[in-house]
């Protein structure tokens, strides 16, 4: 079955230091990859995506994500984190071939400590 | 521009009541998904829709749930006879017609109460 996977239900970072957030995906060929964002009682942003290319993407807010089709990851990431990064983020896949419709992950609370 | 439109934002209903929730695309987009978030779990996938047609409806329970997408007007999704797993935050999502990198632009939701 397509899926994506999120391990990680909280991260918590000090303001300054790098952030990951991981997602791994299970989807045969070759999907385009979402990184969403969902500050409290909003609905979800669009922070970037992967479809073809380059395997590091540059999107909104100076966050960035690594595409890796042999370990089947498209992980997010920050240099340097700010409080204001707090929230959920949830990743997301389309299938190839499928509908427009995308498959997301479970969801990662990501706190940002000043 | 203004983003996809959801209302009402905050709706409660007693157990047996309907739902409606409504949805307008963004300016220029045909295609309208529906999502639903439980507390503590992730979105999941409902209802994908063009103008009066259903595409794609794998994700809406069989029963109670109904969305339709009229020529005129928003698209709506319906709850029959709620109950109270029925309380989440319902999000429509629009894209424009034909194809496309998949990128979806989300609401605000909508927020039932089933009391």
């Known amino acids: 079955a397509q899926s994506v996977a999120q391990p990680e239900d909280q991260v918590n970072v000090a303001e300054g230091n790098p952030l990951t957030v991981k997602c791994t995906y299970s989807v045969s060929g070759n999907p385009y990859l979402f990184w969403y964002v969902q500050y409290p009682n909003r609905g979800l942003q669009f922070l970037l995506k992967?479809?073809?290319?380059?395997?590091l993407v540059k999107g909104s807010y100076g966050f960035e994500a690594e595409f890796n089709k042999s370990q089947t990851s498209f992980h997010l990431k920050k240099p340097s984190a700010l409080v204001s990064d707090s929230a959920l983020y949830f990743c997301a896949v389309r299938p190839p071939g499928a509908t427009n419709k995308l498959i997301f992950g479970t969801g990662t609370l990501l706190a940002v400590q000043p | 521009n203004a983003g996809v439109m959801q209302n009402p934002r905050h709706l409660v209903r007693r157990r047996g009541q309907e739902a409606r929730l409504r949805c307008s695309p963004m300016?220029?987009?045909?295609?309208v998904y529906w999502y639903r978030q439980l507390p503590e779990e992730g979105l999941k996938f409902m209802v994908y829709?063009?103008?009066?047609?259903?595409?794609?409806e794998s994700g809406m329970p069989k029963e109670r749930f109904s969305a339709e997408f009229p020529k005129e007007g928003p698209s709506i999704l319906r709850i029959q006879q709620v109950v109270r797993g029925d309380s989440a935050a319902y999000f429509c999502a629009s894209s424009p017609g034909g194809s496309n990198t998949g990128e979806l632009f989300f609401g605000e939701g909508s927020r039932l109460t089933v009391l």
């Open positions: 992967y479809i073809t290319g380059d395997n």
């Open positions: 829709l063009q103008k009066e047609n259903i595409i794609d």
């Open positions: 300016k220029g987009h045909s295609h």
